[in-house]
Structure formats: C-alpha cells, structure tokens
C-alpha cells in the first residue's frame, strides 16, 4: 500500500470529539472529491482528554485512518506532532495541529495538484472560523450554535457552503494576496520537516504557544520551498474552547499571547514576521468562495499600490517574484 | 511521439514512456546490448511494441534536431501564425523568446513561425534572430483564414504539446512557457488557457475610431519600459472581449492554447470549415470543443497574459464600425452553419495556476478599474482615458 500512498495528513486531536469527527469525515473519501481513498493516509494522534474520540469511531470513519492515542502529560501538542509526522508513510505529508478545523471537498486533490508540479511544494490552505465574527470575539457562538449552522449548510453534501456561515481567520486575514501569519492545514514534503529540524520541544506553552507560526514560518523560509495557496479552498475553525479560539477574560488572552509572542522571538532569534514569498494560486474557485476572492483582490490591491508607492517590494522574501 | 513523456516528477524529466518509469535511455541501453524487441519486453512487462517504436522515433528525431544535443527534447511547440504584421511579431517573438521567458531554457520550447505570404513579410531572418530554438515557414496561402497555417504548424512541431498562437500579434508574459509547461504537466489532458487583453484602456476595435494606432501604442510600451518588465503590460490594457467577465468566469478562447499533440489530433484540430478572413470563430470553436470534452480538464493561467498589439486586424481594429458589426455577424452565422446551431460560452471551470503579479490581480474580479499607480503616463494619447481619470 505504501508504495502508492502519495500523501499522509497529521490530525491532532484534544478533547474535541465532535469537531474531529466532522474534520475527519471532511478529509475523508467520498467527501474529498476527485481523489482515491488509496492515494492517502490520515494519521490521528490523540492526546488523552475527558472528551476523547477513541479509535473504534475514528476508524469507522474511513479506511484509510490510522490512529494513536498518547498519554500525554504535556500541555502543548509538540509531541504529538512530531510523533504523527514519525508514522507518515507518504514523502508527502499534511498538518493539521488543530483537529477542529475542517476543509472543503478539494483540498487533497490540489494539494496532490501542487506536489506534481513540484516536491518542494509548500500547499497552504486559507483559514477560516465558523460563525459570523473570529470565535474568541463571538460571544453569542458556542457549540450548539455552530451545530445549528452546520445542520442548516447540509455541509456533508457540499463543504463548499461552509464558506456561507464563515469569516476570515486572524491568521490570513487580508487574505491570498497577503503573507499568511500561519497555516492550519499545510502540506510540505518530509525532506523540508526534516530539514526545518521538525516541532521544537520549547513550545510548551498551553496548546503548543505559537509553534504553528514557527513551523510555517520555517518552511517557507527554506530556499527551495515554492508556496502554493488553494485559494478556493478552506480550513474551518470549529468551536471547541481552544486555547485562542475561544472567549476567555480579555486580560489572560492577551497576557498569553504576549508570553506566546515572547517564545516564538526566542525559538526563532528574532522577531517573527510573515513570510513575504510570492504564493501560487492553485484551484478553481466556485461560487461559495467567490466572494470571499472578491474581497481578497481589493485587500490585494490595496496592499500592492500601498507597496509600490513606498517603492518596496510586495514579496520582499522571494528570490524571484513576478513584480 | 505521444507516448513518450517528461514529467519532472518521473526519472527526473528523462523523456519516458507515459504510464510507467521505463525512460527511452532504458529501451536504447537494452537494445545496444543486444536484445531483441520480445527479451525487451520481457525485462520491462509494462511496454509494448508500440511503445518500444514510439522510443525509437523520438530518439531518431532527437538526433536529427538542428542543436545536435542528443537526448534532449522540448516538450512545448509553439506556433505562431503571423500575416501582414512584421513589426508586432517581431516584439511577440522577442516576448517568446530565453532574454525574456522565465524558468525555462531553450531546450523546454521551440517556437514555429508560420508566416501567411502578404506584402508585409517578416520573413526568415527577423524571424530566427531571437534568443530560443525556433524554426520559420512561409507559405504562400491564399486562403483569408489562418487555419491551413495553424493544422501546418501542428504538424511540424517536434515537441509532444502545442501552444497555439493564432494571431501573432500578441506579446506574451514572462512566465507563460514555465506555467503552461506546468499547467499541461498537472493531469492527462490539461488544455492551458491564458487570458487575452488588449494593449490600450479599452478594446482596440473602439480605440481605433479614437485615434489608437501603432504610434500611441508605442507610446504606452515606452511608457511602461517593456521589455524591462513584462508584467507591467498589465498596467496598460484592458481584458480581451472574450474574457471581459474577468479571470474566474469561463473564456471564449485563448490566444495561447495549450493542448498535447494528441487531444488536438482527437478533436480534429482546427476546422478547414472556417474560412472567413481571420478564421472567424475557428479559435473559439476549437477552444470550446476542447472544454466540452468531459476528459479535458482546464487549467487557467491568471499570472499570465497575451496582449493584443494594433496592426489592423481583421475584427481588432481593421474594420470599422458598421462593417464590423456586419462582420462578427457573419462569424456568428459561420459558426451556426457550420455547427448546427448558435455560439455559447463554454461552461467547464477552469483550475486557476501560478503566481499573480500585481499588476494582474485587479482583471481577477469582474470589476476592474485600471491600475492607480501607473503614474508615468504623463502625456498620454487619448485611449488611455480610463487610466488617467483613475489616477
């Protein structure tokens, strides 16, 4: 089987059995269109919790799922991420350090797309929260809410109506024609985790601190990396009382990512910023997500006249973009 | 030649025969060590004959190719179709050309220039004096369609994909060779489409009743500093009538249609059938039978342009006004006489593919004011309105 696999996805999973079921069937066949359930794997690691998934309605979900339960002790999912990504037969590998987010139907099939073109293809999905404001901010969103709104979509039959009862992650904002902060659902080949060194043990803040804008952040900066963003596709925040995702009192929130900014400087040796390499767009665009590209353009434009008046560069970090 | 394949992603981009990993090296080294064709296929169970004769020739007309370097071979042919425009191809091929394509060598492509005899000829020499493997054809047509230049050109291409230029006079972005390259090598039966515009701020065939013609067109290519950037053409055109509804709605054709040899031997190529000056609708209706072929899948290139340069073309400019209503009416009937029924916009969506310079992102939605920055245009001819009241 492993000859043909072509990719592995990490899910990594903490008490969210419901956000993780509905990301699990999301990245499975016959949701995922236009791919072989034999052309991937799913790794699911989960983190022992009072909410647990267990691997009996794991492995229901499709063939193609291989699951791990850990004993953690450990606040953060470092661990089990670097774990996940040891048990990955594919040279192609997917991350999702977040198993609540669930994707729309073509991710695998371009981000498969993305590694023909090239084995040094970096496949960055946008990130969105479901709802109708950024989840730590929505009081009125709990888990029944967004039941209520899944049920309304009918999102099995088509997750590209997701995009009707979303809003834009933190992380990507501005959208495709901007740095992207991090990636929620990234793909990268095994010779650039091995090269980036994988998950530093440092990030042992609650929920793993900001080692997912570390990660991006290094993969992207690796000389070879060539981005590609699945602009008509999407990962969807489910709320599940993560660590950043959800309302706490304001003061700790941001007491935690003043901490979260401080350990990302160290473990990177300066301050972080967002990659500026030129993405690739890949993907077709349907109309639920048309409106969402719409309002990218005009962010974009925005960005670039604002740019070129400054006589800066748009990708500062890209050897060779297209300006 | 359909058989054999470069894939990068197989035995490193070595020319190899489609479906498995056998490169044609492989079939030559087995067979210079003596074995016959029935031991081959022994050693390699996933040929057959025809794939062993389908090495040989590309090996045979690898060896005969004008660079003499064996074992190399393009993987893109592009035909160019010029007639009565000299000084516009010469600035097309230039844009084809290694000074100004990106990430590709000359070995990735070569260019066939098919030139329709008329008394503004190119001819040979302006022909082959840029920069890339190219080969010239004069022929003395007297037909008014380009369409026995285009099926010709096909015919002479060495590579086992064709890039179609049907109107010569279309500059093309820096990274249209590397990106169609990539886009046909993404699925079996890609067609590559790269959206059209025109050079100007609105479509030449109404720019010309307001004085555009070659001179103010120089103008905005001075403006620009082209050939410096390529993508700055995007600053001073707008989009082609057959993809005015922007880069995310299906086009009518493209001007740099990319197919493998065999898809357009499938659907026949270009239709003789087409036989009004220009061609008519020849290039829509090929493009649309390659869209609704459920097999094809279409891969659009929103990064990537052609753009129309004046010359007096037969439905961008040469004609005026009421004859050129008349005129793209009797396309419309030729297209219904010869199809059975009225023109329709193909349905299929495309895959949107590369990076989208700056210039470009603002033709990806529907609405789409000329660029703000393009600030040098001090002393603009007067087609370039739109651009200047954005400013």
């Known amino acids: ?323 | 030649m359909d058989r054999i394949i470069r894939d990068p992603a197989v035995r490193g981009g070595e020319p190899a025969v489609r479906g498995t990993r056998v490169t044609v090296g492989d079939i030559l080294r087995e067979l210079a060590r003596g074995s016959t064709v029935t031991q081959l296929l022994r050693v390699f169970p996933l040929l057959n004959k025809d794939d062993v004769a389908a090495a040989l020739q590309y090996a045979a007309v690898t060896l005969d190719e004008p660079s003499g370097i064996t074992g190399v071979t393009q993987s893109l042919s592009i035909i160019v179709i010029v007639y009565a425009m000299p000084e516009q191809a010469k600035r097309t091929l230039y844009s084809l050309s290694t000074a100004h394509q990106r990430g590709v060598t000359a070995d990735d492509y070569e260019v066939l220039v098919v030139e329709n005899a008329s008394p503004r000829l190119l001819g040979q020499e302006a022909a082959l004096r840029y920069d890339m493997k190219a080969r010239y054809f004069l022929r003395s047509e007297t037909d008014r369609s380009p369409v026995g230049a285009a099926n010709f050109g096909v015919d002479q291409a060495l590579a086992p994909n064709v890039a179609l230029m049907i109107d010569g006079a279309r500059m093309v972005t820096p990274g249209i060779v590397e990106w169609s390259l990539r886009g046909l090598n993404l699925v079996e039966d890609a067609v590559v489409a790269v959206p059209g515009y025109h050079l100007g701020s609105e479509l030449q065939q109404r720019a010309v009743d307001r004085g555009y013609d070659e001179k103010a067109e120089a103008g905005l290519l001075r403006d620009i500093e082209w050939p410096s950037n390529g993508y700055r053409l995007f600053d001073v055109s707008c989009l082609s009538g057959s993809c005015r509804r922007g880069l995310l709605q299906p086009f009518a054709e493209s001007n740099f249609l990319c197919t493998s040899k065999r898809l357009f031997h499938k659907v026949h190529g270009y239709d003789a059938k087409f036989g009004t000056a220009g061609g008519g609708y020849c290039n829509l209706d090929l493009y649309k039978r390659l869209c609704d072929r459920p097999e094809t899948t279409i891969v659009v290139l929103p990064g990537e342009g052609t753009f129309h340069q004046y010359h007096a073309g037969v439905t961008t400019g040469g004609t005026r006004g009421d004859a050129r209503e008349r005129l793209m009416e009797d396309n419309h009937d030729e297209y219904a006489s010869i199809r059975g029924h009225r023109y329709k916009l193909p349905t299929k969506r495309g895959i949107l593919l590369g990076p989208v310079p700056r210039n470009a992102a603002r033709f990806m939605s529907e609405n789409q004011p000329a660029s703000i920055e393009h600030k040098n245009m001090s002393n603009p001819p007067s087609p370039v309105r739109a651009i200047k009241q954005a400013r």
């Open chain 1, 1 to 323: 089987m492993s000859a043909e696999l072509k990719a592995s996805v990490v899910v990594i999973v903490y008490k969210m059995a419901r956000q993780a079921r509905n990301t699990l069937v999301s990245l499975s066949p016959p949701y995922q269109r236009d791919v072989r359930p034999k052309d991937y794997e799913i790794i699911v690691v989960e983190n022992s919790s009072d909410d647990p998934l267990g691997e009996g309605p794991t492995t229901a979900i499709a063939d193609n799922i291989r699951y791990f339960r850990r004993e953690e002790s450990s606040r953060s999912p470092v661990d089990a991420v670097n774990f996940g990504i040891a048990q990955c037969r594919a040279p192609f590998i997917g991350l999702m350090i977040d198993g609540a987010r669930m994707v729309t139907p073509r991710v695998m099939k371009y981000a498969l797309y993305a590694r023909r073109i090239t084995e040094n293809a970096l496949v960055v999905v946008p990130g969105y929260h479901l709802g109708s404001e950024l989840q730590h901010l929505a009081t009125g969103h709990d888990q029944a809410a967004e039941q209520a709104l899944l049920e309304r979509i009918d999102w099995r039959q088509n997750g590209y109506r997701l995009f009707e009862i979303a809003v834009c992650s933190e992380g990507n904002t501005f959208g495709v024609f901007h740095p992207f902060m991090e990636a929620n659902c990234v793909f990268f080949s095994r010779d650039a985790w091995r090269r980036i060194g994988g998950a530093p043990n440092g990030f042992d803040l609650p929920g793993g601190g900001a080692v997912n804008l570390y990660l991006y952040h290094r993969l992207a900066a690796l000389s070879e990396s060539e981005i590609f963003v699945l602009a008509g596709e999407g990962n969807f925040h489910q709320f599940h009382g993560g660590v950043t995702t959800s309302v706490t009192p304001v003061e700790e929130r941001e007491s935690l990512m003043v901490r979260q900014k401080d350990q990302l400087t160290q473990m990177l040796g300066r301050p972080f910023e967002s990659p500026k390499r030129e993405p690739t767009l890949l993907g077709a665009i349907t109309s639920h997500g048309l409106p969402f590209l719409d309002q990218f353009v005009q962010y974009g434009r925005r960005r670039f006249d604002r740019f070129r008046r400054h006589k800066k560069p748009a990708w500062g970090d890209d050897p060779n973009p297209t300006e």
